[in-house]
T-cell receptor, first 109, second 117 residues
Framework: GQNIDQPTEMTATEGAIVQINCTYQTSGFNGLFWYQQHAGEAPTFLSYNVLDGLEEKGRFSSFLSRSKGYSYLLLKELQMKDSASYLCAVNSGNTPLVFGKGTRLSVIA | EAGVAQSPRYKIIEKRQSVAFWCNPISGHATLYWYQQILGQGPKLLIQFQNNGVVDDSQLPKDRFSAERLKGVDSTLKIQPAKLEDSAVYLC???????????????FGNGTRLTVT
């Protein structure tokens, strides 16, 4: 089976840095995705990691450790518009992408 | 490029009624997915098509749900008869390739929010 765990909710202050963690147990691994989903909207692709290490893309970075089954999404210089759900999803090869339950981030002034 | 189009945006029906959702993927995307997203949860795959063939429908409740992609482009998802627990957002997504990657992430439509009363 596959299991993906993320915190349900997080709150952070505008301008700060927040780290959203994701742990997974899957049979096989072929990459991990992070998606952002604003309330009532479609999930949008943020990042993809298939090798260990940090991938940086502007204010957002994503880290992967395959041996630990662990990833995090780092958001810097938080803005109010970053308030959204962040979905961790794992590709375990021949099966379609499996999503975690998502972390609802609230950015406060 | 135009995104994934879905309709209707909202639908309210009574239990035991039927409902159908439509999806038009991004042009050129061979792979199409239907996901169900219950409030407060992540998307759960219902069915995956590669062109007009089914790749994975292991989580589709086949006694009441059906989906087709006859010409390998548009797709419809049907529920008949609906139950209260079917209340959710139904998301359609498409991708270039069957295996998701940096060059072939899933692109989602805005979804259809179904309420069953």
């Amino acid at each position: 089976g596959q299991n993906i765990d993320q915190p349900t909710e997080m709150t952070a202050t505008e301008g700060a840095i927040v780290q959203i963690n994701c742990t997974y147990q899957t049979s096989g691994f072929n990459g991990l995705f992070w998606y952002q989903q604003h309330a009532g909207e479609a999930p949008t692709f943020l990042s993809y990691n298939v090798l260990d290490g940090l991938e940086e893309k502007g204010r957002f970075s994503s880290f992967l450790s395959r041996s630990k089954g662990y990833s995090y999404l780092l958001l810097k210089e938080l803005q109010m518009k970053d308030s959204a759900s962040y979905l961790c999803a794992v590709n375990s090869g021949n099966t379609p992408l499996v999503f975690g339950k998502g972390t609802r981030l609230s950015v406060i002034a | 490029e135009a995104g994934v189009a879905q309709s209707p945006r909202y639908k309210i029906i009574e239990k035991r009624q039927s409902v159908a959702f439509w999806c038009n993927p991004i042009s050129g995307h061979a792979t199409l997915y239907w996901y169900q997203q219950i409030l407060g949860q992540g998307p759960k795959l219902l069915i995956q098509f590669q062109n007009n063939g089914v790749v994975d429908d292991s989580q589709l409740p086949k006694d009441r749900f059906s989906a087709e992609r006859l010409k390998g482009v548009d797709s419809t998802l049907k529920i008949q008869p609906a139950k209260l627990e079917d209340s959710a957002v139904y998301l359609c997504a498409s991708s270039l390739a069957a295996r998701s990657s940096y060059n072939s992430p899933l692109h989602f439509g805005n979804g259809t929010r179904l309420t069953v009363t």
